[in-house]
């Protein structure tokens, strides 16, 4: 059973930086493809980015490419957001999400199995 923890979250500025991780245990990582997704109340889940743990290719969301960047490590089996030129819309609740047995990135919530609790990001104007 694929266990993943959130961390990383809270209050920033408009134009500021926030770095979220997702340590993941209980996997076989080489398999996976792992996300991270953001959902406002009232909201379906929105796919922000995702990364294949195997051959590292990425994939992000019009609305954070050239602001956020995905990335793992693999001694530590984490994945981490990086959230640059961060905006008020940008505010949610961002969730770790995995897949495993998987050759190519899903970006529907309904591809992924695994999911982290969610950490909040606040982001101020």
């Known amino acids: 059973q694929v266990q993943l923890v959130e961390s990383g979250g809270g209050l920033v500025q408009a134009g500021g930086s926030l770095t979220l991780s997702c340590a993941a245990s209980?996997?076989?990582?080489?398999?996976?493809?792992m996300g991270w997704f953001r959902q406002a109340p009232g909201k379906e889940r929105q796919f922000v980015a995702a990364i294949n743990w195997k051959n590292s290719s990425t994939d992000y969301a019009d609305s954070v490419k050239g602001r956020f960047t995905i990335s793992r490590d693999n001694a530590k089996n984490t994945v981490y957001l990086r959230m640059s030129s961060l905006k008020p819309e940008d505010t949610d609740v961002y969730y770790c999400?995995?897949?495993?047995?998987?050759?190519?990135?899903?970006?529907?919530?309904?591809?992924?199995?695994?999911w982290g609790q969610g950490t909040q990001v606040t982001v101020s104007s």
């Open positions: 999400a995995a897949e495993s047995w998987r050759t190519t990135i899903g970006i529907r919530a309904y591809e992924y199995r695994y």
């Open positions: 209980g996997g076989t990582f080489s398999t996976m493809i």
